[in-house]
């Protein structure tokens, strides 16, 4: 794969699914005072909405994630990223449930980004494309979610970053969410966190062919810089035991160390590999832009650091979980959300799953985490009255 | 859901202390069950007294286990987890058999009646005969069928007796609205007197609130 060119190389790939698009004189209001119009939002549904329009299920994606979080991948040809997840008779069961996963503005799967042409100008945004936040991502989903006609979401499911939708969605349109699993998260994005994006950001910036952003226009493109970017975000969705596990001090198809700076070890090999298929599928400067979206989320920064004020009266069902090994959103962040939760008196369930696969967890079969979802799925279903 | 709930209604039957505490809880309130294990009272009180219940355990099986029945339960612990909580955030908050395992249970009783409207709170009596008998003639910590662990691997490790517990609830001018024992059979008696209670109760079970609360 990493021998074909990068789909993000000059004519921007048409990909299949729904899309909701609003013109010029529907623009989406951002944080930043900016404004993005015209805008598309790309999305995929499974299952039916039911007649009350109470069953519907909006799964937020990651980072990196796409609106095919049930269907094969347009680019890559894989199941969709939540497959173990979502489907008939699965956890988020599609004979029961009308799920809908939307790609976030800023993306490049077919919501509107970066590397979208800009009316104004007829080339592509590149920098000229505002920064957009969590809660802008949120905003254009609501306005999915209104167009699909539903009052009230069943429930709002995602991790990391995903999760941190979810705890937007929370704070922002409390009666439009019967129940929230933030999943793998945290309320604001932690000091190591921005550190470690700001190092996959240079990664990109650095790379000659980045342009200032305008490899679109110029027709090149900055794989090696977003190749680095990815390997080095890799690690840290990863664990010690895990990488160790999977790949020890085992050389790659070699007996012994070659004394150069070729990938002697498996777990080079593994990286580099990592790298350069996601060029494939990703855009250089969504990268930039959704990982700065990450940076500036602090729920409780708006509400004089007092997280608890963003959930003040909540009356959704809260379903919080962390893995053991994720040093990444560690259980820590989840606990804090735990206690401000409390500290409103909401229905907060909150689990902490044993296991040693680190952040990725929560899109790896970990049976626990899936009998905790099931049951608080379930149970949101019973007291909601959906069969 | 009428069928759900006749269906579930059938198939709970639940210990005998934990059903008299079930029966102290006013349908449709909101309680908090702290150390509630994998959540059988919890289960029995959603499904069966339609509360708005919540709960709270130590262990991560435990809660694990509630959660994926579909319960609402979070991972804490009783001295340190319940400062967050609001007060009068509940109904009723009940702590059952876990009292003696706090480090600070002074502390834990007065949170249970500031975060609840009521407490309900049940443990082991010190002072029942058959454990002072066993301190007084084998001269050795008592082992009996509701404390069946040696003392140093006990997580119990502060007992008291009924006395002492109405005594720190004089202190804390917290007042008692119900009381009553459960005997070495399970079965619940009366609580005629302090002093017969401390004797002939296996457990002590209480509905506490906040003196003018």
Known sequence: ?387 | MALEESETAAAKRIRVDLQLIADMVRPRSRVLDIGCGDGVLLDYLVHMKQVDGRGMELSQAGVNAGVAQGLSIIQGDADTDLDAYPSDAFDYVILSQTLQATRDPRRVVEQLVRIGRRAIVSFPNFGHWRVRWKLGWTGRMPETDSMPLKWYNTPNIHFCTIQDFLDLCTELDVEIEKAMVIDASGQPGAFTSRWRANLLGEQGMFLLKKRGG
């Open chain 1, 1 to 387: 794969m990493s021998s074909q060119s990068s789909q993000f190389t000059g004519i921007r790939p048409e990909f299949p699914g729904l899309r909701l698009s609003f013109g010029s004189d529907q623009p989406l209001q951002l944080d930043s005072g900016a404004s993005l119009a015209p805008f598309t939002i790309a999305y995929q549904t499974y299952g039916a909405l039911n007649r009350e329009k109470s069953n519907a299920i909006l799964i937020c994606h990651a980072l990196t994630g796409d609106q095919f979080v049930a269907d094969k991948h347009p680019i890559t040809g894989k199941p969709g990223w939540w497959e173990a997840m979502i489907g008939p008779g699965k956890p988020i069961d599609t004979n029961r449930f009308f799920i809908i996963c939307s790609n976030v503005i800023g993306s490049c799967l077919g919501s509107t980004g970066p590397s979208d042409i800009n009316a104004a100008t007829g080339k592509p945004y590149g920098l000229g494309f505002p920064v957009i936040t969590i809660a802008d991502m949120v905003r254009a989903q609501a306005l999915l979610i209104d167009h699909l006609g539903i009052e009230q979401l069943f429930a709002v499911i995602g991790g990391s970053m995903g999760g941190m939708q979810v705890l937007q969605w929370a704070a922002a349109y409390p009666e439009r969410v019967f129940a929230a699993m933030p999943i793998a998260c945290a309320a604001r994005h932690s000091a190591q966190n921005i550190a470690f994006h700001e190092v996959g950001r240079q990664a990109i910036t650095a790379d000659p062919e980045w342009r200032n952003g305008e490899y679109l226009a110029q027709g090149t493109s900055p794989a090696r810089g977003l190749a680095v970017a990815r390997m080095a975000a890799h690690i840290t969705y990863l664990s010690e035991a895990a990488l160790h596990r999977k790949f020890g001090r085992n050389l790659q198809d070699r007996a012994k160390v070659t004394y150069g700076f070729d990938a002697d070890f498996q777990v080079e090999s593994y990286l580099r590999h990592q790298g350069s298929i996601f060029v494939d599928r990703f855009d250089a400067n969504s990268y930039l832009y959704i990982t700065r979206a990450m940076d500036y989320f602090d729920l409780a920064a708006e509400q004089g650091g007092q997280l608890a004020l963003a959930f003040k009266d909540t009356k959704t069902r809260f379903c919080l979980v962390s893995f053991t090994s994720d040093w990444l959103f560690p259980t820590s962040e989840s606990r804090a959300v735990v206690h401000a939760l409390n500290a409103c008196a909401a229905n907060v369930s909150f689990v902490e799953i044993n296991s040693d696969k680190g952040h990725d967890a929560f899109l790896l079969d970990e049976p626990e985490f899936t009998a905790v979802m099931k049951g608080f799925i379930d149970g949101c279903a019973w007291h909601r009255g959906i069969r």
